[in-house]
């Protein structure tokens, strides 16, 4: 399984490409996975046979093997015969072991105190996906839970699943299995009988993500409001040169801009932290959230800093058309630097959005509402904007992300300065 994304430590496959057996060339399309992000291509590293271990569905960790490639025919059917050992050097190379399913022993031994006998890892993953380890087979040395038979346990829903429907009282399975794959495609539907949902795929990948987000930095959240009369007034300017321009320049470009504007005069916010070392870098690579029918999905503009709004514009309106289209290209979720998510197309003030890992930083938009301000010492109508910004306390302070919104607010009140 490849890492595509510093975060990402498991991949599902979605689909197979290739056939069993069949002759890949260097390059081609073999599968495609799912991360926390997005789906993406797999490509055969070697010419080879292929032979398919991990099927669609199985959730593997990086670096677990999904398949075998074998050099010639004598080392495919050794793979055929389960001895991996006994092909070459090409066919030992993993196309990226699948999740062996657990061998029904007796149950985990608890110890006096309550203890379950799992391997750490087994432990993070069970509190990650709501599995119950004393419902789960050991298969590892000494009875003990191993991280596959978490993964096993997860995706055959023998623990959770079956424990939510004994509670319901759901006893139509194939209608809770139907309902289930509907919601999974942001179609839920409810008509008389509970739901469950399994949370799978790009969804589950995403709220791993958040927690371990949460559970690993000392995430901290500011809010002000601005006043973006004169934003939207830039951008009525904008949309009655639209056929000169030959783009309509949104109120989110706008905002984007600014915010790489800001970016780039606050640079420790367009920074990622180890746990050890802060990287600051000198090109703001952005992510921007998209909602999709699958799920939220980030895609990444390298480089935003050297674009004009036309190209910002442009660019911002092609990610997304791609990201709703599950079409984003590979890499294209993946080295971001910061991340802007815009709720204003919502009835939403304000929110806590949560810092994509190893990002120290998020900032986010609220929808513009007009209100009585005071505007130069008089009371008036004036549209106002909450703005809001999460960042990671071990790396930014008060002070930094203070001067970071008085730089954006010097934006948001003076649109012109966005394109100087």
């Known amino acids: 399984m490849p890492k595509a994304g510093l975060t990402m430590i498991e991949g599902t496959i979605t689909s197979w490409r290739a056939k069993e057996g069949e002759q890949l060339a260097a390059g081609q399309v073999v599968m495609e996975y799912e991360n926390e992000k997005n789906i993406i291509e797999c490509l055969s590293p070697y010419d080879g046979l292929l032979h398919i271990v991990a099927r669609e569905g199985d959730v593997i960790p990086v670096g677990g093997a999904i398949g075998y490639i074998a050099a010639n025919q004598e080392e495919y059917s050794a793979l055929q015969g389960g001895d991996a050992s006994a092909?070459?050097?090409?066919?030992?190379?993993?196309?990226?072991?699948?999740?062996?399913?657990?061998?029904?022993?007796?149950?985990?031994?608890?110890?006096?105190?309550?203890?379950?006998?799992?391997?750490?890892?087994?432990?993070?993953?069970?509190?990650?996906?709501?599995?119950?380890?004393?419902?789960v087979k050991p298969s590892g040395i000494n009875s003990r839970i191993v991280a596959k038979d978490v993964l096993a346990a997860q995706t055959g829903g023998a623990t959770a699943t079956t424990a939510a429907i004994g509670t319901a009282g759901v006893s139509d399975m194939s209608a809770v299995a139907a309902a289930?794959?509907?919601?999974?495609?942001?179609?839920?539907?409810?008509?008389?009988?509970p739901v469950i949902t399994p949370l799978a795929g790009l969804k589950r990948a995403v709220a791993n993500n958040m927690f371990e987000s949460?559970?690993?930095?000392?995430?901290?959240?500011?809010?002000?409001?601005?006043?973006?009369?004169?934003?939207?007034?830039?951008?009525?300017?904008?949309?009655?040169?639209?056929?000169?321009?030959?783009?309509?320049?949104?109120?989110?470009?706008?905002?984007?801009?600014?915010?790489?504007?800001?970016?780039?005069?606050?640079?420790?916010?367009?920074?990622?932290?180890d746990g050890a070392n802060i990287t600051t870098y000198p090109n703001v690579n952005l992510g921007t959230a998209v909602a999709t029918d699958i799920g939220l999905m980030v895609p990444v503009?390298?480089?935003?800093?050297?674009?004009?709004?036309?190209?910002?514009?442009?660019a911002l309106r092609e990610v997304a058309v791609r990201a709703r289209e599950n079409k984003l290209l590979p890499g294209e979720q993946s080295r971001g630097t910061f991340t802007l998510t815009n709720v204003g197309m919502f009835p939403i003030d304000t929110g806590t959005p949560i810092i994509s890992p190893p990002q120290v930083a998020i900032i986010g938009f609220g929808r513009t509402v007009k209100k009585p301000a005071v505007y130069q010492d008089q009371i008036c109508i004036r549209t106002m904007m909450t703005v809001f910004i999460t960042y990671d306390h071990r790396v930014l302070d008060g002070a930094a992300i203070g001067a970071a919104l008085q730089t954006l607010q010097k934006y948001l009140e003076n649109p012109a300065l966005i394109c100087v």
């Open 180 to 193: 289930g794959s509907s919601a999974a495609a942001g179609k839920l539907t409810v008509s008389g009988q």
């Open 301 to 314: 503009i390298a480089s935003a800093e050297q674009m004009s709004l036309l190209e910002l514009s442009q």
């Open 87 to 135: 092909a070459a050097p090409a066919a030992a190379a993993p196309v990226a072991a699948a999740p062996a399913v657990a061998v029904p022993v007796a149950a985990p031994p608890v110890s006096a105190q309550g203890r379950i006998n799992a391997t750490g890892y087994a432990k993070k993953l069970a509190r990650q996906n709501l599995v119950d380890l004393r419902m």
């Open 214 to 273: 949460l559970h690993s930095m000392a995430q901290c959240n500011n809010t002000v409001e601005f006043d973006v009369t004169d934003l939207v007034d830039f951008r009525s300017k904008l949309l009655e040169n639209e056929a000169f321009l030959s783009r309509k320049i949104t109120l989110n470009d706008l905002l984007t801009m600014a915010t790489i504007r800001t970016l780039q005069k606050n640079p420790l916010l367009n920074s990622t932290f």
